[in-house]
């Protein structure tokens, strides 16, 4: 058990906890009574941090994932998912799960790639050709598998699977982009990753990080002139109001994962456990058919609302990019997985 870590952590980080304030427990003291054992079985409710709104097909997805093992488990295994931002930005999530401050997140996959360079893979452009084909490769266990497993000893996460980001894309406030060149000068906000940032330097932009939850104000402000990313976010996150140009790039099929303490997940019995894998695979099923039917939903009304989607030079863009798999599938594991990879695809 890990209750005499967690209260250090809590006590030394007042702030986060302050935040998660009137909020059920995390973690499985209560865990450990199994059913049928006999004894009076306490609700485990864990927090699971997103940075999507409401809206968005992940918060849907995992809403229902804990109605499901709410269910399964007869109450004893619930899900509370907090989306907004609420607990906090992305990059911090990691050491939160890690910590057990709160349970579960999702966090996207360059959040993952200082921990483990195998996870680079999901963000180098061009790997996989389509949805379908990422999540086949993201739920195939034989082939990530030890991908997944390979951050528990080291930082007490396990990595229980991805979704689908969709295809990414550039937008910007003044003007279609239709090459690489015209990217030049401008300030395009991406995420804290090496790959993200070669990515933006590759096609003649300056990368500039920003947390997700200030891309708006970023954009309005001019502290950057565009960013990447799907449809759904950009509409979601209403974006397409400060930068109405979005340019069809599909420089990458973007993949997030939902990460959880591995302690937590040792808590659960067998039984449990089988109800847990069983609801995140109903779950990410079901997020990949909102996905695609919300892509077309958000492209509509941010139409609507005045944003442009225009098509680019497609091999313009994927000749500036394309140096990217050489410079960072250095190690002869990652060029393994990458093989791997592209054949799911054939």
Not at 105 to 117: D, F, G, H, T
Not at 121 to 130: A, G, M, Q, T, Y
Request: net charge negative.
């Amino acid at each position: 058990m890990r209750s005499k870590t967690r209260i250090a952590f809590l006590a030394a980080t007042a702030i986060t906890a302050l935040a998660l304030a009137g909020c059920s427990g995390t973690g499985g003291d209560n865990a450990g009574d199994s059913a049928g054992d006999g004894a009076a079985t306490s609700p485990t409710v864990m927090k699971l941090a997103l940075n999507q709104p409401e809206t968005h097909p992940s918060y849907i997805a995992l809403e229902a994932f804990g109605e499901q093992l709410k269910e399964a488990t007869d109450g004893r295994w619930d899900i509370e998912v907090h989306a907004n931002s609420t607990l906090g930005n992305q990059d911090e999530y990691l050491q939160s799960v890690s910590q057990g401050v709160i349970d579960l997140a999702i966090v996207s996959a360059p959040q993952l790639e200082n921990l483990n360079k195998e996870f680079v893979l999901f963000s180098l452009p061009k790997v996989f050709d389509n949805i379908d084909h990422q999540m086949s490769v993201l739920d195939d266990q034989e082939l990530v598998g030890d991908v997944y497993s390979s951050l528990e000893e080291s930082n007490n996460i396990s990595v229980v699977g991805g979704l689908t980001q969709g295809e990414r894309s550039i937008y910007t406030k003044d003007g279609i982009v239709e090459t690489p060149a015209d990217l030049a000068g401008k300030k395009i906000r991406v995420q804290e990753s090496p790959v993200f940032l070669a990515m933006i330097e590759a096609l003649g932009a300056s990368p500039t990080p920003l947390p997700f939850g200030d891309v708006y104000s970023g954009l309005q402000s001019g502290v950057v002139d565009g960013a990447e990313n799907n449809e759904i976010s950009y509409f979601s996150n209403k974006h397409h109001e400060v930068a109405p140009y979005f340019s069809l790039t599909r420089h990458l099929v973007g993949a997030d994962f939902l990460i959880i303490n591995s302690d937590t997940l040792a808590e659960m019995s067998d039984e449990d456990r089988a109800a847990f894998d069983e609801g995140w695979t109903a779950a990410w099923e079901h997020h990949t058919e909102l996905w695609k039917t919300d892509t077309k939903t958000a492209v509509a009304d941010a139409e609507a609302g005045g944003a442009e989607f225009a098509e680019v030079d497609t091999e313009a863009f994927a000749e500036a990019l394309e140096p990217l798999i050489d410079e960072f599938l250095t190690e002869d594991s990652q060029i393994a997985l990458y093989e791997a990879i592209r054949s799911a695809a054939e």
